[in-house]
């Protein structure tokens, strides 16, 4: 499955694309989307989707600008770009930039379908290991993308595990839904969303205990619980004593 990144600044248009067809029976699925280019380059440059259809005008950053930013960068996705302008001009240099194609909204499914499969050719192509390497190439190559994003969803938890993290805060961080991002955070850790945060949180509790004289209440809201009391029970929970028998221990 390949995943697609979808950028418009008209909410209708995005709902439309989105809704056109069903991704799943061509190959693709829908990981991310975006309202602005900025938001856009930000979100791609941690999803790092196989294939970005992106509207040509919108604010922060325009289509165009996007695109040049990400062949720069030498990043490997395919790009599609949309506008509500039949400019030609635009479409010349998108093709410039290697832009895979150019529709007009509102975008038939027909036209969609064509580039899809276009695509998904080339990115067949690309993934197909040389005969000669063949034995050396991972059993899980083609999952680069899904592994990567995981692993950015992962450090997003580490990052900011002191803040009031939920699946709804991530599933808007990400642009995506909240089932899909449980899923890749289980298959990469191996643990649920709240397991994994809950884990991260009193193993950050267990060195502040160490090396720091900071009250336990300090030390309870700097990984994310500003109620000392239910960080108790969760942190004896986990480790089966309470923090204040762990520092007396020390």
């Known amino acids: 499955m390949y995943h697609v990144f979808l950028a418009d600044d008209e909410p209708w248009a995005l709902m439309a694309l989105k809704n056109l067809i069903v991704w799943s029976d061509y190959g693709f699925a829908v990981s991310g989307e975006a309202s602005d280019g900025r938001q856009a380059l ?11 259809i992106s509207d040509i005008r919108m604010p922060g950053m325009d289509g165009l600008s996007l695109l040049k930013t990400i062949r720069e ?14 400019d030609f001009e635009y479409a010349r240099k998108a093709l410039l930039y290697g832009c895979l194609g150019y529709l007009v909204k509102p975008v038939e499914k027909k036209e ?20 000669e390497n063949a034995s050396s190439e991972s059993a899980d190559e083609g999952y680069q993308s899904e592994k990567a994003l995981a ?3 992962v450090r997003f938890i580490q990052e900011h595990f002191a803040e009031g993290l939920s ?30 945060l809950m884990e991260f949180r009193i193993q950050k509790a267990q ?12 030390i309870a809201a700097r990984v994310g619980y500003p109620d000392y009391f239910y960080f108790t029970k969760v942190y004896k929970k986990a480790t089966g004593i309470s923090p204040a028998a762990y520092r007396k221990q020390l």
């Open 112 to 131: 969609l379908l064509d580039y899809l499969n276009k695509a998904k050719s080339i990115l067949d192509a690309k993934n197909t290991p040389d005969p």
């Open 151 to 153: 692993q950015n969803m």
């Open 207 to 218: 060195e502040f205990l160490r090396t720091t004289n900071d009250s336990i209440e300090t």
């Open 73 to 86: 960068n030498a990043w490997k996705t395919e790009i599609l770009l949309v506008s509500g302008y039949t």
């Open 167 to 196: 699946l709804q805060m991530l599933a808007e961080e990400f642009s995506m839904s909240e089932s899909y991002i449980s899923n890749l955070i289980k298959k990469k850790t191996g643990k649920g969303f709240g397991e994994h």
């Open 42 to 52: 930000e979100r791609i440059e941690r999803i790092k989707p196989d294939l970005i």
